[in-house]
Each structure stands twice: as C-alpha cells, then as structure tokens.
C-alpha cells in the first residue's frame, strides 16, 4: 500500500505560479510524477520522472512547468509558470513500483481564474 502526502494546489491567476509537492512512501519506487484530470476529460500525464535520469512531459507543458525530486524517495515537485485557465484540474501524485504497479495520490485542485 503506497501512502501519499500532497501539497500545493489553489487558486492562481492567469500567468501565475504554483508549486506543487508529494513525498510518497510504502514500496521501492521505479518512477514518480503528476497527473492531471479537468472535469470531463481523461487523466493525462503531466510530467514523470523514471529513475534519476530520465523525464518526460504531457505535450502541453511547453517548457512551463519543471519536474524535480528523489525516485528512490518518493519525492516529486512540480514547478508550473505561466499557468492558462485550461491547466484548472485536479492534479495527482502518481508513482510507479519497481513491479510495475502504478499508484495515485488523493489530488490536489489547481484552478486558474482571475
């Protein structure tokens, strides 16, 4: 059983700044990231990073948002700049065991608006 803990979601301006954390712990981690689902829309993957040396982003990132953090640890932040109001949904912790399970935090909800 994997325990999340998440932290930094609200309510930003168009143009703003977030930051989001996660320490997740319970089982030997292989990859931890962030998904994202707006309401009416499939979940999408955010940014992940695999191990110590390899990340990847959701097409939409375009460079905004920065992933950083411990695989090992269970330990992921999202840095996310120049939020638009099409980045409001909810975000979720994700990680991945060493068995290949994938697992989900709670969520957190980021909602752009002026």
């Known amino acids: 059983q994997v325990q999340f803990t998440e932290s930094g979601g609200g309510l930003v301006q168009p143009g703003g700044s977030l930051i989001l954390s996660c320490t997740a712990s319970?089982?030997?981690?292989?990859?931890v990231g962030w998904y994202r689902q707006a309401p009416g829309q499939q979940r999408e993957l955010v940014a992940r990073m695999i191990g110590d040396a390899f990340t990847n982003y959701g097409d939409f990132v375009k460079g905004r948002f920065t992933i950083s953090g411990d695989t090992a640890k269970g330990v992921v932040s999202l840095q996310m700049n120049n939020l638009t109001p099409e980045d409001t949904a909810v975000y979720y912790c994700?990680?991945?065991?060493?068995?290949?399970?994938?697992?989900y935090g709670p969520g957190t909800q980021v909602t752009v608006s002026s």
């Open positions: 994700y990680t991945a065991g060493v068995g290949g399970s994938n697992h």
């Open positions: 319970g089982i030997p981690f292989a990859a």
